[in-house]
């Protein structure tokens, strides 16, 4: 079974390091943010299916709520413009405010979800928006750790 | 015996790869290269003081006291989207970090399977559908990730950057996702400012020569001196032709680039692409990014979300020195270890070969400032590489040697 970990702050401290696995961007719709929500092999043992792929729905469901462009980002656009976009400087754009939310999000999954499976999400704008990169950790004080995944992307064919 | 690392406390822009300059403290950032962006700014602010000093209060006196005023606005507003665009992050995509590249590494040598030794490796990249046309995703060899669709390298600015239209010396910066929108309502405002004191100037020449007299009027207006000398130089004769031929010049180029790029927006395209034809129309390609609708793509791009910027260019982070082979093994904490990996990677950097093709970086060749025809390019590739897709096996092997362990 997952070695058990009771909170992000025991992760942190007792667990070193395994493994990160990285989740790409899906390009099927443009240019959008969007993640591929295509379960990685290597958390087969750590954690269920469908919390993760809740966890990456969420995710993109808030990331286009963020890109939508329909008469609030057009408000949006026009005030600004109207301004020479020097609200910008005192006013949060819609984009940032979702970053918010996003954050929290992924701060409170982590707390909930993850962190008590050995894993940790680090938030995509971190990395460029490019991937969704997960920690995988093991219990520094079990020897002999039976999910212990220590080697490198089991897809390596050699 | 224990080494001490005195670890300070640094601002992450000073630790960034990549050839951008920034300045207060990681709120402005700019391209290397600044000299032709000062120029653009004595061009617009020299000519715009000649036509507040010289011609407004004349202008405000016989015509209309607003003409001045609306003048000012649009200066101020031309003013604005310069310094926005010149000043902001264009859209540049992070490096990998050595796990993610290794992970992308890995990935690739898992795709290609065995290649026998001694024959290149198949080119690295990665096919994408998108509104059911297949799109190819390159690798870029100095960033070390697969760039996403319209994203392009930019060798003066050594980043990728993300919806890469060109990089425009004149605004001393790459022009991109986030600052397209800026550098497009520039070169329109500046076309507007242009014609608006062209027109004035005609006005205001032709109004005093209806009061004195034509060659007269010309000595008494110093606003035309500069027009004077240039053309003496140039061996022309100074009459009524003369501010049209320097209002021809300038239309030709400012307009012309803003018209130019009005037809790209209209077709939700970049620079870039319609240089390399990528959406030509050959072997039936088309854009899949285009909504099909003229005003749909316009909003798109100019009404679209604000972007922020995803280097975190005033985050904090610990500044430790040249990574020693004490660089904790153990470190669960992925937020503050990003300082030892650009390091390794910029020692591994320069034995990858570079894959961008030289046509990823062609500066503008429209130009924005007034009074000087268009340049050719100014600022070439600073290594002309052939455009090869994959890179040299030794390289490759050699790297990928280093990371397994």
Redesign the interface.
Known sequence: MATEFHNLQELRHSASLANKVFIQRDYSEGTTCKFQTKFPSELESRIERTLFEDTVKTLNNYYTEAEKIGGQSYLEGCLACATAYLIFLCMETRYEKVLKKIAKYIQEQNEKVYAPRGLLITDPIERGMRVIEISIYEDRGSSGSSSGSSSVSGSTAR | MSAVMITRKVRKWEKLPGKNTFCCDGRVMMARQKGVFYLTLFLIVGTCSLFFAFECPYLALHLSPFIPVFAIVLF??VM??LL?TSFSDPGV??R??Q??A???E??I??AN??VPAGQRPPPRIRN????NQI?K?KYCYTCK?FR???ASHCSICDNCV??FDHHCPWVGNCVGKRNYR?FY?FTLSLSLLTIYIFTFDIVHVVMRSVDKGFLNTLKETPGTYPFKTALDGAGLCYDIESPVLVCFFTLWSVVGLTGFHTYLISLNQTTNEDIKGSWSGKNRVQN??SHKNIFKNC??V???????S???RRGLQEDSPAPASTAAP??????SSSSPEPQAMKTTAPLIFNEHTPEDAKPSLGAPAQKSPSPKEEHPPPSKVPPLASPEPDVEASNIKDK?H
């Open positions: 101020l507003f604005a989207m926005r995509l992070p990998a970090l796990e993610e290794t992970f992308i890995m990935e040598e898992a399977g065995n994408v559908q998108i509104n799109v995703l990730i996403p669709p319209r993300d919806r800026y309502l899949p990014y909003c798109e100019l009404c679209g979300p604000a972007y922020p995803v280097l975190d153990n470190n669960s904490n992925n937020s397994s």
